[in-house]
């Protein structure tokens, strides 16, 4: 918090000081180079599509998390590919390329929703699902709300159903708004400053990757995406109970996760009954980018498993 009320500071006299020239800056174009750019857009529903990475055949869907978008999740898809495991990845409602409609309060029902839509676009009937932190919360309430849809459910630090509304205060609801926080995409340090917190939680207790720093700002420049995170963190919602989720399930969580505590994994674990639970150690939130191989080998054995395979005749 000390850290963010003196970036806090700096942006807003940095706002008086300077003028806004964002459009024109370096960093702005570096950002948008960084970010994914080679999908397609997938209508589901009036007005309103989700750009998806190209992937013929694919069965398993990753579901990224808040704030997250396509980039998040390229490391874990590159291992699965890797392995013979191809998944489709895809920008939620309001994030990277995705639309979201105005009047729309993105929620992990809104989004469950939406991926029920872009499966039924993708003529996909039944997948394995792999959702990461948000997206785990997304994941288990489309294994709820269209049961048969989901062969089985991986979830990666992932958030328990029932959320909380992100509680802010005056000083974060003076910077974390949307108008500052695209200024501060006009300088790397800006933004650098302004979200270090959230990127050193989200890898201890592990360095920070820059290459996951670029491609997160990256993001954060496309379309929607501030707005959606702004907003996506201070809903709360009852959510799904996992006891109802019949899917065979596996959680992976980092053992030293400073963002979702490995409790949360434990008790999903406790509380599915078809889920068997895998703790990660010295390992933190943000594994699907630090620990992308082994995250991968661990989901392809379960999908084996699951499929009445043993991993050791591959």
């Not at 039944?126 to 997206?135: E, R, Y």
């Not at 328990?160 to 006009?186: F, I, K, T």
Request: charge should be positive.
């Amino acid at each position: 918090m000390k850290r963010l009320a003196v970036w806090s500071l700096l942006v807003i006299a940095g706002v008086v000081l300077l003028p806004p020239l964002t459009g024109l800056l370096p960093a702005q174009s570096r950002w948008k180079q960084a970010a994914p750019q080679s999908g397609e857009r997938v209508a589901i529903g009036q007005d309103q599509f989700l750009h998806v990475l190209p992937c013929e055949g694919c069965s398993t869907v990753l579901v990224h998390g808040l704030p997250g978008g396509i980039a998040q999740l390229q490391p874990l898809a590159e291992a699965l590919r890797g392995l013979g495991e191809p998944a489709l990845v895809y920008d939620r409602a309001g994030w990277g390329l995705s639309s979201r409609r105005a009047d729309t309060v993105p929620t992990l029902a809104s989004n469950a929703q939406d991926l029920i839509a872009l499966l039924d676009a993708r003529q996909l009937r039944a997948v394995d699902l792999v959702g990461f932190s948000f997206g785990g919360g997304v994941a288990q309430t489309v294994a709820m709300l269209a049961p048969g849809r989901v062969r089985s459910l991986v979830l990666v630090s992932s958030i328990a159903p029932r959320r909380q509304a992100q509680s802010r205060g005056l000083m974060e609801r003076l910077v974390l708004n949307e108008g500052v926080m695209r200024w501060s995409l006009s300088s790397r340090a800006l933004a650098r400053g302004l979200m270090d917190d959230a990127f050193v939680s989200l890898f201890h207790p592990e360095p920070v990757p820059e290459s996951h720093v670029t491609a997160q700002l990256a993001t954060m420049t496309q379309g929607q995406s501030i707005a959606t995170w702004l907003v996506e963190g201070s809903v709360a919602e009852a959510g799904v109970a996992p006891e109802g989720i019949r899917a065979p399930v596996l959680v992976l969580h980092g053992a030293d996760d400073a963002i979702v505590p490995v409790d949360v994994g434990r008790e999903l674990a406790s509380r599915i009954p078809r889920a068997q639970l895998v703790v990660l150690p010295a390992t933190g939130h943000g594994m699907v980018l630090t620990h992308a191989a082994a995250l991968a080998r661990h989901i392809r054995d379960f999908h084996l498993r699951a499929r009445g395979v043993s991993p050791a005749t591959r």
